[in-house]
């Protein structure tokens, strides 16, 4: 089964590709959002390009488990996407608390470049997600 991350953003969103028999992931290169529906047309063709039947949505929670703010943002994106998409592939919501946080201290060793390291960051924390999920798909 082939899953697509995404790490929602208001300026970028980083997606990553996985495949769940054979547990691997790698991240693909983010993208500046330009609004709801091109980015929609976006992730449909990451759908056809790559033969996606899961979507993970990383769901931004405080650390208390609480909505944040983009939490609400990120529902109504989902939304409009699952009006879209075919009905065969599942959305579902992974919790993102400090995937970027570790994302972020995964490039610090590989990039020292701030600026270089912002660019991808998106990508890296989708990366995070996905591997997570898959590591716990494996071991319930």
Known sequence: MKILAVDFGMKRMGFAIGNAVIRTAVPIDPIVRKGD????????HLIDEYDISKILIGCPLNMDGT???????????????KEKIPGNIVVEF???????FEAE???KSHQQD???????LDSISALVLLSS???QSQNP
């Not at 529906?37 to 449909?44: A, G, L, S, T």
């Not at 992974?94 to 970027?100: A, K, N, Q, T, Y």
């Open 133 to 135: 999920y898959i590591d």
């Open 105 to 107: 201290e995964m490039l």
């Open 67 to 81: 909505k944040s703010g983009i939490t609400l943002d990120v529902e109504a994106f989902t939304e409009k996407l």
């Open 114 to 120: 701030y600026k270089k390291r912002k660019k991808i």
């Open 37 to 44: 529906v091109p980015d929609i047309q976006y992730i449909e």
């Open 94 to 100: 992974v919790d993102e608390r400090l995937s970027s």
